[in-house]
């Protein structure tokens, strides 16, 4: 069964540390990844996603992820985060029939 | 534009009981999907409708079923409530389905006792 994998549960930074969120696909097929972020008691709002084209892509919040085809990968980062980075973020692929699969997500906690 | 409205925000019921959801898209937006979000299993897919018509269903039982209007809302109803349905249930639009992003209601809490 297509599936995509989150590394981390929760993870904990103190403000202006670098953040790495891993994922993984495993759906072979057309890519289209996306990663979502849930802010506490707000709806799920689209981040970045990733169609074709250049790898490394730039999102929302200074936010970017990178697509590794060789390793159905695609992490994302941030180089800098901000207490109100804290929320649960959530990878995606477009499986084969259309719908998204999720990943389990993440929580970020970042300590002011 | 208004975003994704789903009603009613909470919701309690006992078990043997039946339940409906309602969800209105972004206008313009013809594709709705229903998801399940739990603590345990993350984000699973419930269906997909696209101009009134089923487009893709998860692996859930036949007690949850769902229906689009020609206005592109769309409900869901889950027959026979267990216990183990107690979750968020989260609809989310898009314009065109395949190649869009989806936009996210804020959900349905559904607690069953």
């Known amino acids: 069964a297509q599936s995509v994998s989150q590394h981390n549960h929760h993870v904990i930074l103190s403000e202006a540390a670098s953040l790495e969120l891993g994922c993984n696909y495993s759906?072979?097929?057309?890519?289209?990844l996306f990663w979502y972020v849930q802010y506490p008691g707000q709806h799920l709002q689209l981040l970045l996603k990733y169609f074709s084209g250049d790898p490394l892509v730039k999102g929302i919040k200074g936010f970017e992820a990178e697509f590794i085809k060789s390793k159905f990968s695609f992490n994302l980062r941030k180089p800098s985060v901000q207490w109100s980075d804290t929320a649960e973020y959530f990878c995606a692929s477009r499986g084969s029939q259309g719908n998204l699969i999720f990943g389990k997500g993440t929580k970020l906690s970042v300590k002011p | 534009k208004a975003g994704v409205t789903q009603t009613p925000r909470y919701l309690i019921k006992t078990r043997g009981q039946q339940v409906t959801l309602s969800c209105s898209p972004i206008?313009?937006?013809?594709?709705v999907s229903w998801y399940q979000q739990t603590p345990g299993q993350g984000l699973q897919f419930l269906f997909e409708?696209?101009?009134?018509?089923?487009?893709n269903k998860g692996n859930f039982p036949g007690r949850f079923s769902g229906r689009q209007f020609s206005n592109s809302r769309s409900e869901m109803n889950v027959s026979t409530l267990e216990l183990g349905d107690s979750a968020l249930y989260l609809c989310a639009s898009s314009a065109r389905g395949r190649d869009s992003p989806l936009h996210f209601g804020n959900g349905t809490r559904l607690t069953v006792t």
């Open positions: 759906y072979g097929g057309t890519v289209n």
């Open positions: 206008s313009g937006h013809r594709s």
């Open positions: 409708y696209f101009s009134e018509t089923q487009r």
